[in-house]
């Protein structure tokens, strides 16, 4: 079923997949607010390693991307950049749910392992890029938590649980990328996803724009396009 969904909707760009923001995601509550829900949308993949400090016992945490939660009209997905995703080792995401009983944030951890990424049908060959998508599709959420998600329900497009665009955006359109950049230059006491906006500079809408990779250089999608954006690593799958 993603893989049939995936092959009709790509949205990729250098270094970072980018979704024009519709409107606001499912709301848990009328009162919540965009960010406070984007908290729980958005998340950082980690990869654990072990502890720097030589104790067997204990692992670090090692930053390594952006991604995002997708919801259709019955399942759930991850999606974020396959050169994220496409390791020799297992993800994992320390996530916020909403406890439906007690109305209390609580932190999850989801574990995502490396056999279970799925990614676009259109592989790397010598003239063209793969396109940089990967999803997931996930098991429900136990003891009544929840996470807010982007709805995609392109059979019912008025729908208000619709939030991605069914049609790609053009040049000037405003966009706001949240994600996880590596370096702020600041200290954070606890993951928050971090904005910042810009707009479409560019598309491609054909196969013109390419970069040079492993000596040799290839084409992207003709669907990618460029985003005037400030942007780091750590953005790779930001929404």
């Known amino acids: 079923e993603i893989m049939r969904r995936l092959r009709k909707h790509t949205f990729t760009i250098p270094l970072f997949l980018m979704a024009a923001m519709a409107s606001s995601p499912a709301a848990a509550g009328a009162q919540e607010t965009f960010y406070s829900q984007a908290t729980r949308t958005i998340i950082r993949l980690e990869r654990k390693v072990p502890s720097p400090n030589g104790d067997k016992s204990k692992t670090a945490r090692v930053a390594q991307g952006t991604a995002f939660f997708v919801k259709t009209d019955r399942d759930l997905f991850i999606v974020t950049a396959r050169h994220v995703a496409e390791n020799d080792y297992d993800l994992s995401a320390r996530v916020k749910t909403l406890n439906q009983d007690t109305g209390l944030t609580e932190v999850i951890e989801l574990r995502l392992p490396r056999n279970r990424w799925v990614f676009h049908p259109r592989g790397a060959d010598q003239k063209n890029r793969y396109v940089d998508v990967a999803a997931m599709k996930l098991p429900g959420i136990k003891g009544g938590r929840r996470v807010t998600a982007f709805g995609y329900l392109p059979a019912n497009p008025a729908s208000t649980d619709n939030h991605l665009p069914l049609e790609d955006p053009s040049p000037p359109e405003a966009v706001v990328v949240f994600g996880f950049p590596l370096n702020l230059g600041m200290e954070l006491s606890e993951q928050r996803p971090f904005g910042r906006a810009g707009i479409v500079s560019m598309i491609a809408g054909e196969k ?27 953005n790779s799958g930001s929404p």
């Open 208 to 234: 013109f724009l390419s970069i040079e990779e492993e000596r040799k250089r290839r084409f992207f999608d003709e669907r990618v396009f460029l985003a005037d954006i400030e942007s780091q690593p750590g």
